[in-house]
């Protein structure tokens, strides 16, 4: 009787184990998907957003497949995607800083920046950067340093065994000055760049066209234009840009839901079978009587 009423009970519970595992096997997990995206988007695709044209410079997704550490240790398998999107702003501002006394490179040339000492200058010098040490070093004749007396530099250049000081004002050529004010523009590196000048430094700024590029991985949000979008992989070659959110979030809703019931049915498999092994067990223990 014992052995007859267990049976009926591993019936029950293979039975029940059996229907929450197939409803395990057979059941199809969510997954995130958009039916009329803003955007659907492979490498090198370009896409307009509020009259700025934009470029998918990158679409990519990197596997990673590690090996797993020792003491059986398992492996693992990384996903990464990413996304980059390119873009040109065709009157881009620049700038650059040359600071009073500093030596800048203009027009293939050394100079020094020379500002007045007013309190609000309005003009600046490019004064040609001579470079006295490499003069001297090439003069076998002359000292490698220059040398002051009473107040006054001087070079010692050594004749016939004869040395005399000669000025340094004589001996190094004068260098080639250029002069320039506020109202003037400034070819560099060929842009025109307009001029603002300091008590310390001369701003240099001018337009020109700049390439911007940002980045964006799976499910996360780019603002683009001043749009934000979600971006979402539907391949490992296509991304979609989308700024339907409610229906991102109404998806991952089901998901977190499926795994949640998932999980409830992997417990009853598991209890069922532990079921049976407990009952199996106990019906063929020795009668004591």
Do not use: C
Not at 6 to 25: E, K, P, Q, R
Not at 81 to 105: M, P
Request: proline share 3%; no cysteine; aromatic share 10%.
């Amino acid at each position: 009787m014992q052995r007859r009423a267990a049976a009926i009970y591993v019936v029950f519970f293979l039975v029940v184990g059996a229907a929450s595992y197939s409803l395990i096997a057979t059941a199809e997990e969510p997954t995130i998907a958009f039916e009329n995206p803003d955007h659907a988007l492979s490498q090198g695709d370009t896409f307009t957003v509020d009259g700025q044209q934009y470029t998918a410079a990158e679409v990519a997704t990197e596997v990673e497949t590690s090996s797993g550490g020792g003491h059986g240790g398992g492996g693992g398998t990384t996903i990464t995607h990413t996304a980059q999107f390119a873009w040109t702003n065709e009157s881009a501002l620049y700038t650059q800083t040359w600071d009073n006394g500093s030596t800048v490179t203009y027009a293939d040339d050394e100079w020094d920046v020379v500002i007045p000492n007013a309190s609000d200058p309005s003009s600046f010098t490019l004064r040609e950067s001579i470079d006295r040490a490499g003069i001297l070093a090439n003069d076998t004749a002359a000292d490698n340093e220059t040398v002051t007396r009473d107040g006054q530099e001087f070079v010692i250049v050594t004749e016939n065994g004869s040395s005399t000081l000669v000025p340094a004002s004589e001996y190094f050529r004068t260098p080639e000055r250029q002069q320039f004010s506020e109202s003037d523009t400034l070819q560099l590196d060929g842009n025109e760049t307009r001029i603002d000048v300091a008590s310390d430094a001369v701003t240099l700024s001018w337009n020109a066209p700049r390439r911007n590029t940002v980045q964006a991985g799976n499910h996360a949000n780019v603002t683009l234009s001043g749009q934000t979008y979600l971006t979402h992989f539907r391949t490992n070659t296509t991304v979609v840009l989308t700024q339907d959110f409610e229906s991102f979030r109404a998806q991952n809703g089901e998901i977190d839901s499926f795994t949640e019931q998932k999980n409830g049915l992997w417990g009853v498999t598991i209890l069922s079978w532990l079921s049976v092994i407990f009952l199996v067990g106990l019906a063929y223990l020795p009668s004591r009587y």
